[in-house]
Structure formats: structure tokens, C-alpha cells
């Protein structure tokens, strides 16, 4: 079980750092520099503030969806 709490912490550790560098980078720290790139009409950092954050993070749901899954397969773990 040691193991699988050490691969499950591994996922979230991963994937919070991926949403955190798309909301807080992307978003705050890196906006001017992405505003001279457009996307879709708007600027490339507006987009990641109001809308690119948000649709990672849910993507990223789905992902932690995905490997927790195989991960219980694989220690043969139901609910």
C-alpha cells in the first residue's frame, strides 16, 4: 500500500504543478509577453487568465481520472 500512496501522491504532485504553471505563469506572471500572441482574436494571456486555466484544470481532472484508475488495477483495488 506504501507503494501506492507514494504513486498517487507522485500523480497530484505532477498534475497541481502543470495547473499551476498554466493558471500562475500563464496567467499572471507571463501575461504581457503572451498578450502579443493572439488566439482566436484575443490575447494569448487574456485567454490563459479567463479561460485556458480553466480548461486545464478540468483536463487535468480527467487525466488524474485516467491514471488513478489503471493505477487501481493495478494493485487490485475496488470499490
Known amino acids: 500500500m506504501k507503494a501506492y500512496w507514494r504513486t498517487n501522491i507522485g ?3 505532477v498534475l497541481m504543478s502543470i495547473w499551476a504553471l ?3 505563469v500563464f496567467g499572471i506572471l507571463l501575461v504581457n ?3 502579443t500572441i493572439r488566439m ?3 490575447p494569448l494571456g487574456f485567454w490563459f487568465a479567463q479561460q485556458g486555466s480553466i480548461y486545464v484544470f478540468v483536463l487535468l481532472i480527467f487525466v488524474y481520472f485516467l491514471l488513478m484508475r489503471r493505477l487501481d488495477r493495478k494493485y487490485d483495488i475496488d470499490e
Request: a negative charge; zero cysteines.
Open 11 to 13: 500523480y497530484m504532485v
Open 22 to 24: 498554466v493558471s500562475y
Open 33 to 35: 509577453e503572451l498578450n
Open 40 to 42: 482566436g482574436g484575443f
